[in-house]
C-alpha cells in the first residue's frame, strides 16, 4: 500500500505542476521537491519523463470520466439539464482557479500533440472516451424529443467537447468565463434545439 501511495503522491504532484506551468516546464526535480520522494523512488515507478507523464493522463483522465458519468448519465435527470450542469460545473472550475489552469488534457493537447505521437495518442483516446459520454446523453436527449435528429449524436459530442475546449482556452486568455457562456448560450439556442 505503501508503494502505491508514493506513486499516487508523485502523480498528484506532478499533475498539479503540469496543470500550472505546463510539462515541458515541469521538471522530475521540482516534482520530487514539491512531493519530499526521492529520485531513486521515482524512477523506480517510472521508466521515464514520458513515462510519469502518461501516468499523469491515464490518472486526471480516469478521475474526470468519474465526473462525466455522474453529470451526464444520471438517468432521473433530463438529458439538456445534464448537458447544463456540466458547463455549470466547467464555469465554477475556471472561477475557483482563477481562469489559470482550464483543462489539463486539453492543455497538454496543444501543448504535446505536434510533438510526440505517444502523447498525442493517448490524448485522442481520452477525448474519444469522454466523447462517448456526450454521445450517450445526446441521444437520450434525441430519443425523448428534446433535440433534433438531424445530426448523429456522434457529430453533435464531437463538436460540443471540441467547441467547449476551445471557450476554456479563450476564457484563459480573457480571465473570464464569457467565451464559456456565449458557446453554451449559441449551443442551447441554435445546434440543441428540437426539430421545427
Keep these: 500500500m505503501k508503494n502505491n501511495a508514493t506513486r499516487d503522491k508523485l502523480i498528484d504532484s506532478g499533475a498539479q505542476l503540469i496543470s500550472q506551468q505546463g510539462y515541458n516546464a515541469t521538471g522530475i526535480n521540482a516534482v520530487l521537491k514539491t512531493c519530499g520522494v526521492p529520485k531513486g523512488s521515482f524512477y523506480h515507478y517510472f521508466s521515464s519523463k514520458e513515462d510519469f507523464g502518461l501516468a499523469v493522463i491515464e490518472r486526471f483522465a480516469a478521475s474526470y470520466d468519474e465526473t462525466l458519468v455522474a453529470l451526464l448519465e444520471d438517468n432521473d435527470t433530463p438529458p439538456l439539464e445534464r448537458l447544463r450542469r456540466y458547463f455549470a ?73 471540441t467547441g467547449w475546449e476551445g471557450a476554456i482556452l479563450r476564457a484563459k486568455t480573457l480571465k473570464s468565463v464569457e467565451p464559456m457562456v456565449h458557446f453554451e448560450t449559441i449551443l442551447f439556442q441554435q445546434v440543441l434545439v428540437p426539430s421545427a
Excluded at 123 to 150: M, P
Design 89 to 161: 460545473a466547467g464555469r465554477e472550475y475556471m472561477h475557483a482557479c482563477d481562469h489559470a489552469t482550464g483543462c489539463l488534457i486539453g492543455n497538454l493537447g496543444q501543448e504535446l500533440s505536434g510533438q510526440s505521437d505517444t502523447f498525442r495518442d493517448a490524448l485522442n483516446l481520452v477525448f474519444q472516451r469522454w466523447e462517448q459520454r456526450f454521445v450517450h446523453c445526446l441521444k437520450d436527449a434525441q430519443t425523448q424529443g428534446y433535440i433534433a435528429i438531424r445530426t448523429t449524436p456522434e457529430a453533435l459530442a464531437s463538436f460540443i467537447l
